[in-house]
């Protein structure tokens, strides 16, 4: 049972996101308990006016008026029914979306990131979706009461950000056609929270099947896929990799095994993208990456291979694994003397 769906429909009821506790506990029904653990609701230093109350005749807003201390009276305006609650009922408490987008990046294991749209009214900065190194698409919520408010945020959104994003909303109750249009000509996607989160047993908040899914249909769509059998355009590196990680070990003249944590490919030097364009066979870049594997990562100037024209060949060796595996920084540090030369900072074999 999704104990947080009354919690997702409130989020675009509540005008303002503020009501008084007893609204939210009415809203949100079965799952106030979770809401309140997670804290994702603020007190105000504020005490409503009036509160939404249903008796026999229906919902009606009743007065509120001190009682004593600790409790309030609310009544009909006709003077017929009267309530009397703790007085911490009419304490108005507004959402905390800080707080909402913070629980939501950790669930869906997206990373931090400066809020790219920090002045768009009504939407927060859930975090970066990072599959693999290189790749990186902002996750942004937004609570749209309906249609015009839900395609007036995809396009302030779309004004400031250039490639594809998720763009969350509590429902779909305002995701119209021309909201998903607008979306898809940026290659960009809806996700539903109702849809994406479920509590289980236990009354913890888990990610459904229906959003991996998602997910991964928007990852095969935007990121080009890497297998062993075919030509790879790049490898896919996990998030936060160095190059120290790295593992390469020469297999025969053409292949190498490529390992980075617990990610592994056979390659060959094609798939590097260290071959000819017009005959299809091995670079000179990819003959001194064989040159670093036949002494294991360290090159010095009188090494058999080395020569004049070894520092524009390690130039452009060192950046095409920098385009291929996507990692921050250098992969092959200058030695100085005595053994000056070449060291890559990952480790190398022969074969």
Not at 124 to 150: K, M, N
Not at 236 to 264: C, M, Q, Y
Not at 317 to 341: H, M, S, T, V, W
Request: glycine residues 6%; neutral net charge; charged residues 25%.
């Amino acid at each position: 049972m999704n104990l947080l769906h009354d919690f997702w429909h409130a989020l675009e009821e509540v005008h303002g996101h503020c009501a008084t506790l007893f609204e939210w506990r009415k809203r949100v029904g079965s799952g106030f308990d979770i809401v309140h653990a997670l804290r994702l609701l603020h007190p105000l230093n504020s005490f409503a006016e009036s509160i939404p109350i249903s008796d026999a005749a229906g919902a009606d807003w009743y007065r509120i008026l001190p009682l004593d201390h600790e409790r309030v009276v609310a009544f009909a305006q006709d003077g017929g029914h009267e309530v009397v609650l703790p007085k911490t009922d009419s304490l108005i408490y507004r959402v905390e979306f800080r707080t909402l987008c913070r629980h939501l990046a950790q669930m869906f294991g997206f990373h931090d990131e400066v809020d790219p749209v920090a002045d768009v009214p009504n939407v927060h900065a859930i975090g970066a979706y990072r599959p693999t190194a290189g790749f990186s698409y902002s996750a942004l919520l937004a609570c749209p009461r309906d249609e015009q408010a839900a395609l007036q945020a995809a396009e302030a959104i779309l004004s400031r950000i250039e490639g594809p994003f998720l763009f969350f909303a509590p429902t779909r109750r305002s995701i119209t056609r021309k909201v998903t249009d607008a979306l898809e000509k940026r290659n960009s996607i809806c996700v539903s929270l109702i849809e994406a989160i479920d509590t289980d047993a236990s009354r913890n908040s888990v990610v459904t099947p229906v959003f991996n899914s998602t997910l991964s249909a928007f990852f095969a769509a935007l990121v080009p896929q890497v297998e062993k059998e075919v030509q790879a355009a790049y490898f896919p590196t996990p998030v936060g990799a160095k190059w120290s990680e790295l593992h390469i070990k020469f297999i025969d003249g053409h292949t190498v095994s490529v390992r980075i944590r617990d990610v592994s490919r056979v390659l060959n030097f094609a798939d590097l993208g260290f071959a000819h364009r017009r005959n299809r066979q091995p670079t000179k870049q990819w003959n001194l990456l064989r040159d670093f594997a036949l002494s294991y990562g360290n090159l010095r100037w009188d090494s058999p291979g080395a020569g004049r024209k070894v520092q524009s060949r390690k130039d452009a060796l060192a950046n095409g694994l920098k385009e291929f595996f996507r990692i921050d920084g250098e992969p092959i540090e200058y030695i100085a003397r005595p053994d000056q030369g070449w060291r890559t900072v990952f480790s190398i074999d022969r074969e």
